[in-house]
């Protein structure tokens, strides 16, 4: 167990490596990579790097920063879908299901249309904030004589997502057309005002709340199998159920407040990696980490250069592949 766990983790880390020198490489002022290696050479050795000041910018200042988050973001997502598909037993669940989408966008739109601007630190807080909101509103409804019921909490999130559109669009209406671009960004996924605090926090909270995910993965298996099952082998269920609610809802929530609302990923990852490897969570987790972070990067990059001279929103990417894979979901899985 433990070597193969190795082998996945080299394997779907290497994928990730390999994307991220990619993404790093292309885009509007593509970069030589021989001209970076022989650049850090000379550098090392005290002689005049060959990497221009304005390509060290564009690498260490733009490029890099992003990626970072969009691995983080893409990460996040993908372990969240996890946990949600397995514990709410339904295979098109994902991270917004419980709502958390409307609730950040809610808090991020009043933000933006208060005039606080899509960089500013407020308009993450306002969005962490819409979406801790909209997940507490899920969790009372959906409990249940002390248990938390799966179908309820379901009903629950499309209704606060349904609340949250209509408040959406009323906010939009309000709006001028200044600040509706930057809405309608963040809406469908903006990853371009990564800064150097909000990317350290998004990686703190990703790796506390992945590690207890990741200490969960055995009863999460045993949950799985049968909930009556799982209790006879001594795992307290809605304990258990509790943490990884808590810890998925903090990871997705502080991913959407510094991403915007990024579509599938949390749909489309763990499908395909449980289509790969199994359904074992010890081994899926882990996976998932990676191949969602390789996956939003990829995504991102197709974003940043698919149109010359402009910018696509991630998530217009993520749901172009997404879309079709939902729809493949329904005619499958869902009988």
């Not at 993450?124 to 899920?138: C, E, K, Q």
């Not at 449980?274 to 359904?279: D, Q, W």
Request: hydrophobic share 60%; charged share 10%.
């Amino acid at each position: 167990m433990k070597k193969r766990l190795l082998c996945i983790i080299l394997l779907f880390g290497s994928l990730f490596a390999a994307v991220a020198v990619l993404s790093v490489l292309v885009g509007a002022a593509p970069i030589s990579p021989c001209k970076i290696l022989w650049g850090l050479v000379r550098g090392w050795y005290g002689g005049v790097p060959l990497i221009a000041p304005h390509e060290k910018t564009i690498l260490l200042s733009i490029r890099v920063p992003r990626i970072i988050l969009a691995a983080t973001v893409g990460a996040a997502l993908s372990l969240s879908g996890v946990v949600f598909q397995a514990i709410l037993r339904n295979p098109l669940a994902e991270p917004f299901i419980l709502g958390m989408s409307g609730g950040a966008a809610v808090g991020a739109i009043a933000g933006i249309l208060i005039g606080f601007g899509t960089s500013s630190v407020a308009i993450p807080t306002l969005a962490f904030s819409g979406a801790f909101m909209a997940v507490a509103i899920v969790f009372v409804t959906g409990r249940r004589a002390e248990r938390f019921d799966a179908t309820t909490m379901l009903l629950a999130g499309v209704v606060v997502n349904a609340f949250c559109s209509a408040i959406i669009m009323f906010l939009i209406s309000l709006s001028g057309s200044a600040g509706l671009r930057g809405i309608t960004f963040w809406l469908m996924g903006n990853l371009g005002s990564a800064a150097g605090g909000e990317i350290a926090l998004a990686l703190l909270v990703l790796a506390v709340c992945a590690g207890v995910v990741f200490a969960l993965a055995r009863p999460l298996n045993l949950i799985v199998a049968g909930e009556e099952t799982a209790m006879h082998l001594g795992i307290d269920v809605e304990r258990t159920k509790i943490i990884l609610f808590t810890a998925t809802s903090l990871m997705t929530a502080v991913a959407v407040s510094y991403a915007g609302i990024i579509g599938f990923v949390g749909l489309v990852i763990p499908h395909m990696t449980r289509m790969l490897l199994g359904s074992d969570h010890r081994i899926v987790l882990p996976a998932s980490l990676f191949f969602g972070a390789a996956f939003l990067v990829a995504a991102d990059t197709v974003a940043r250069i698919a149109v010359p001279h402009a910018e696509l929103p991630v998530g217009v990417i993520t749901a172009f592949i997404g879309a079709p894979f939902f729809v493949y979901l329904l005619r499958t899985k869902v009988r």
